[in-house]
């Protein structure tokens, strides 16, 4: 436990719950329907395909504007189109029948990391559709379009419950390394980090033995404590490297990626698969918790079917995403490409009590704001003192929540007057 | 109605405000316990050994119902608000609100904060005073801007100032035989070094002011259980111990100097002590100025805060008529408490700043006693 007389710099140790979970291997689903959706940030996405057509793992189905594409994630017929509740908001849907057959359409795989030009790497990565599977979703390509000094790869994983990026790792890191030299070469990178969880002896096991292998570029395994938040981005590039940045890495020169991107990546530069499975952990009151890899786009009740169901009869509600930050849903949803989790919980609301300037949210939150004066500001409707206490800097962890003991939610006050700073900036700007 | 969606994230932390104020509430009881113990042991002057406990249990009840009091009353505008429910809600919610307004803690601190001889409808009006007026008026829990048990103690002393130091006799060997003293004078430390200067405050050995073998109000004297309470707080995170620390560093500092000032050479430090131990600054320190409803929200605020206090309590201390500064400074630096909020902005990482302006109110508490001391050589001691 870090002092300091001023600095917010409590780091807290959370409940994992996840002991049990680490040890068992990930399961393998393929569930009937998948629905892919046909819209990305609210915009919709130009059809290449339409209902009756018959398409493999990895077909083309959509591409927005960026050319950035959406791909299938089982070999099946479009059985029809329609509206439905994704894990971030309703769209419409593609809904393909799943064949089972698991025929795949392969791209071309990148050839020998001394023949491919820098052009072909990055275009390789654009349209494998390729998106930060930390949970954001951001398109990988966009965060290569600058060179960088040090990669640093995200392993740490540090919300409770979630376990797949881990039994992932532990059983194709292979993959991971296979990645690393084509991202060198893009970049021009010097210095790679694997960054992981002290307590994740098997994984930083694995990354050591697996950089011995390779003597042609290094890789530096750092270990970090836990503590939450300390799989974001600004933890991490903190942590490693000693510096702070204002909005991305690359400010600092660094490019962070989540492993199970990296592994995404190394299996299209090897055999031109385009990612379309993701693993996530079904967890909390399920019969049989478990991490499952299945096709993206599953139905969450599929999931937790497969699971064995759920373990109790009272009301609940399913989060996607990890319980720090993911959202709760009250009806089924259909899992995104990045979901990592998907959670049953009780559907409780515990009653908050008022607020009595305790402080500690002030003194755990990891960008050094102050989410309860944030918080009176924004009952005031204060925008002038909520651009004064940086609002925006908010990164969304949720911690100030967690340690609220009057239970209230806090940080979505704080999401609240970030949305309203933000516009406010905008509507200065222009 | 549709029960809204619980947000992210998921998981709490297990402790709740609730659990805090139990512990602390439990933390106060056995500081009373051991005064309980004291007073029925000791005794005093004026009754007999047994009487003395009455009281001191007869003030527990008396704080304790009145500052609770308020509370059933205000909160009896639930039946008359909440319409379309069924009756048991209507009572659910209503207890509700009365066990978390947290007034039995107010009430057990006031009584803490009073000694013995006040007679009952004087502490009761003090107590009600203090819930009603300190916290019910300005919005109930977590809204006050002050420290209602201090409301409560300032409002006894202004409104009846004779019973607050006219009760309990003797406090030192030399001064026992003094009766016409013991009858009028304040006979708490405070009030007898503002009486008869600074060399009483060496009357009484150290030790005995350490475990509080002297008479002062109910919970202040008993330093060594204050202690050991505050430790156990701090770990607990309860209290910020950020504060107390603060402000009893910045009044053995000041006083220290002010001791030299006096001339007094190496017994300055255990001067510096004594006057630490004085009156009611390590109950304060850890029991009211670390109330986080009144103390500003962030860390460096919070130095601020507790160096303003200080800063207020030694003025009052040596430059007013007032016997003990404590709860007038915490009730003046509650004042302050928005504005440190106000003025912290941004985020919290830089440091410089932070250190300057601690530095910079540090140095104003130090030149309080280092002034009142240069200015007082002649003080024999
Ligand atoms: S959610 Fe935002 S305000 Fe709350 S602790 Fe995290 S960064 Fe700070
Ligand atoms: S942690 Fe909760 S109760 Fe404490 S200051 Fe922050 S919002 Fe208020």
Redesign the interface.
């Known amino acids: 436990m870090s002092f300091h007389l001023f600095k917010s710099s409590e780091k807290l140790t959370i409940p994992s719950n996840k002991e049990e979970l680490l040890k068992k291997p990930y399961t393998k689903f393929d569930p009937e329907f998948v629905y892919v959706p046909l819209s990305r940030n609210g915009k919709s996405l130009k059809e290449i395909r339409s209902v009756g057509d018959y398409v493999a793992r990895g077909t083309l189905l959509a591409l927005d504007d960026d050319k950035f594409p959406i791909y299938s994630s089982v070999s099946g017929y479009i059985k029809e189109k329609k509206e439905m509740e994704f894990a971030n908001g309703h769209m419409q849907a593609f809904v393909i029948q799943n064949d089972h057959k698991q025929t795949f359409e392969l791209r071309e795989p990148l050839g020998k990391v001394s023949e491919v030009s820098k052009e072909e790497i990055y275009k390789a990565i654009k349209y494998s559709g390729c998106i930060g599977f930390g949970g954001a979703g951001f398109p990988t390509y966009k965060k290569y379009q600058k060179p960088a000094q040090y990669l640093i790869i995200n392993a740490v994983e540090c919300e409770p419950y979630l376990a797949c990026d881990y039994l992932m790792g532990i059983s194709h890191i292979s993959l991971v390394f296979a990645a690393i030299p084509y991202l060198l070469k893009l970049t021009g990178a010097q210095k790679v980090f694997f960054v992981a969880k002290e307590d994740r002896e098997l994984l930083i096991e694995e990354a050591i033995n697996e950089s011995k292998k390779h003597r042609n570029y290094c890789v530096e395994v750092v270990k970090v404590p836990d503590a939450y938040p300390m799989g974001y981005e600004r933890s991490i590039v903190s942590y490693v490297l000693h510096k702070t940045y204002d909005k991305f890495p690359i400010e600092v020169g660094a490019i962070v990626n989540n492993i199970y991107t990296y592994m995404m990546l190394g299996e299209r530069f090897l055999y031109g698969t385009v990612p379309v499975t993701r693993c996530l952990t079904v967890a909390g009151l399920v019969k049989k918790p478990q991490s499952v890899l299945a096709p993206a786009w599953t139905l969450a009740s599929d999931l937790i079917k497969f699971c064995g169901g759920r373990s109790t009869k009272k009301p609940t509600i399913v989060v996607d995403g990890g319980p720090m930050t993911g959202h709760a849903h009250r009806q089924d949803f259909v899992t995104c490409l990045q979901s990592n989790g998907v959670l049953v919980f009780r559907d409780v609301h515990e009653r908050a009590e008022p607020c009595w300037h305790c402080g500690d949210c002030c003194s755990h939150c990891p960008m050094d704001l102050q989410p309860v004066q944030i918080q009176m500001a924004l009952k005031r409707k204060d925008i002038d003192r909520l651009i004064a206490l940086n609002a925006d800097k908010c990164i969304n962890c949720g911690l100030c929540s967690y340690v609220c003991p009057a239970h209230i939610d806090v940080s979505n006050n704080v999401q609240i007057a970030k949305a309203l700073v933000i516009k406010a900036k905008r509507g200065e700007k222009k | 109605m549709m ?11 297990k ?6 104020m139990m512990e602390l509430f439990v933390c106060l009881m056995i500081l009373y316990a051991v005064s309980l113990t004291f007073y029925f042991l000791k005794g005093g002057p004026r009754f007999t050994n047994v009487q003395y406990g009455l009281y001191a249990l007869q003030n527990l009840g008396i704080g304790l119902l009145f500052a609770v009091l308020p509370d059933l009353l205000w909160y009896l505008s639930i039946f008359v608000q909440m319409r379309a429910d069924y009756f048991h809600v209507k009572i659910k919610e209503y207890f ?1 609100k009365v066990i ?1 307004s947290y007034s039995y803690i107010t009430g057990l601190i006031l009584v803490l904060l009073l000694p013995i001889g006040l007679e009952w409808y004087e502490i009761a009006i003090s107590a009600f005073f203090a819930t009603f007026v300190a916290k019910l008026v300005f919005g ?4 006050n801007i002050f420290n209602p048990a201090i409301v409560g103690r300032v409002f006894a002393q202004i409104v009846f100032p004779t019973h607050m130091t006219t009760y309990l006799g003797d406090i030192g060997p030399s001064l026992s035989n003094d009766v016409a003293y013991n009858i009028t004078v304040g006979a708490t430390i405070p009030g007898q070094v503002a009486s008869h200067g600074f060399s009483s405050l060496f009357d009484i050995p150290l030790w005995k002011m350490f475990i509080g073998d002297y008479y002062g109000s109910l919970g202040e004297t008993f330093a060594y259980v204050i202690i050991i309470l505050a430790i156990y707080l701090a770990i607990r ?1 309860i209290i ?1 111990l ?1 504060l107390t620390i603060t402000y009893l560093v910045a009044i053995y500092l000041s006083s220290l100097l002010m001791f030299v000032g006096f001339g007094a050479g190496i017994t300055a430090f255990e001067g510096a002590f004594r006057y630490v131990l004085m009156g009611g600054v390590l109950f304060g320190a850890v029991f009211c100025l670390t109330d ?9 605020g ?2 601020i805060f507790a160096l303003i206090a200080a800063f207020f309590t030694m003025v009052i201390r040596l430059y007013t008529a007032a016997p003990e500064g404590v709860a007038y400074s915490i009730l003046i630096a509650n004042i302050f408490t928005p504005l440190i ?1 106000k003025c ?6 830089k ?1 410089l700043i ?2 300057t302006a601690s530095l910079v109110f540090l140095l104003a508490v130090l030149a309080v006693g280092l002034a009142y001391g240069c200015t007082n050589t002649g003080v024999s001691l």
């Not at chain 2, 109930?140 to 809204?143: M, R």
């Not at chain 2, 986080?292 to 460096?300: A, D, I, R």
């Not at chain 2, 912290?344 to 990482?349: L, M, Q, V």
Request: no cysteine; charged share 30%; proline share 9%.
């Open positions: 029960m809204q969606i619980a947000k992210a994230p998921h998981m709490r932390k402790r709740t405000t609730f659990s805090m509700y978390h109930g829990f977590g809204s995170k910020d950020r986080p409803v009144t103390s500003p929200t962030s860390k460096f919070k130095v909020d912290i902005k941004g985020r919290t990482d440091v932070p250190y």
